[in-house]
């Protein structure tokens, strides 16, 4: 929603350039992780996700690393857009379907 | 595409009144699921349901229910309003095979005066 930016951490990037967004994740049980991407008025959108057998996956412009070993995960946005302005969400879940959601850091593009 | 739809974009409630809150998804996904989203807290989780009439409770389910009638359908409600209860509600879907992917609808954003 509109009020979702206030009180996040923000990152803020040039227009071009690349960004790397941070999750520190709780449950070592977990083996499913996903990032969302939510604009302004919008609901959460699915960026991409990965499992834990994998290290890292990539799609379309973004790239998602786990470290397990310290409970990370990472969001890599390859030549960061105006419309990647946004607040982006990292959850972590089991097999159970139920996902636990991080407080969010919101991406602020400038041109 | 998969689509979430809820009812209200925007509603404002008074204090004590009953509200109920619907949300639909298209996709014949079995597992739905009603959050709260507020400033600096994330999205938490009130309720989800597996299956039709089947409901479990998230981490903040008081002064919520939920009803699952129909397998497309979810409803949250909030039996006497409360200011506290001012926020915004995402309503997610998801069929829980393999992938654990939910999908949202554009929220409603509840105000209670």
């Known amino acids: 929603g509109e009020s979702v930016g206030l009180h996040l951490p923000t990152l803020s990037v040039q227009e071009g350039d690349n960004s790397i967004i941070n999750c520190a994740y709780s449950n070592s049980a977990s083996d499913y992780f996903i990032w969302y991407k939510q604009e302004s008025g919008k609901g959460p959108q699915f960026i991409i996700d990965?499992?834990?057998?994998?290290d890292k996956r990539q799609g379309q412009r973004v790239t998602v690393l786990l470290n397990k070993t310290v409970k990370h995960l990472s969001l890599q946005i390859a030549a960061t857009q105006p419309g990647d302005s946004a607040v982006y969400f990292c959850?972590?879940?089991?097999?159970?379907?139920?996902?636990?959601f991080g407080t969010g850091t919101r991406l602020q593009v400038t041109l | 595409d998969v689509k979430v739809t809820q009812s209200s974009r925007y509603l404002v409630k008074r204090t004590g009144e009953k509200v109920f809150l619907e949300c639909v998804q298209d996709?014949?996904?079995?597992?739905m699921f009603w959050y709260r989203q507020d400033p600096g807290l994330g999205l938490r989780l009130i309720y989800f349901?597996?299956?039709?009439?089947?409901?479990e409770k998230g981490d903040i389910p008081e002064g919520y229910s939920v009803s699952r009638e129909k397998k497309e359908r979810f409803s949250l409600i909030l039996e006497s309003a409360s200011t506290n209860q001012t926020s915004m509600y995402l309503c997610?879907?998801?069929?829980?095979?393999?992938?654990?992917?939910?999908?949202f609808g554009p929220g409603t954003r509840l105000t209670v005066t």
């Open positions: 349901s597996y299956d039709v009439k089947m409901k």
């Open positions: 996709m014949d996904h079995e597992n």
């Open positions: 997610a879907s998801g069929s829980g095979i393999g992938r654990s992917e939910q999908y």
């Open positions: 990965i499992r834990s057998n994998m």
């Open positions: 959850a972590e879940g089991g097999t159970a379907s139920k996902l636990t």
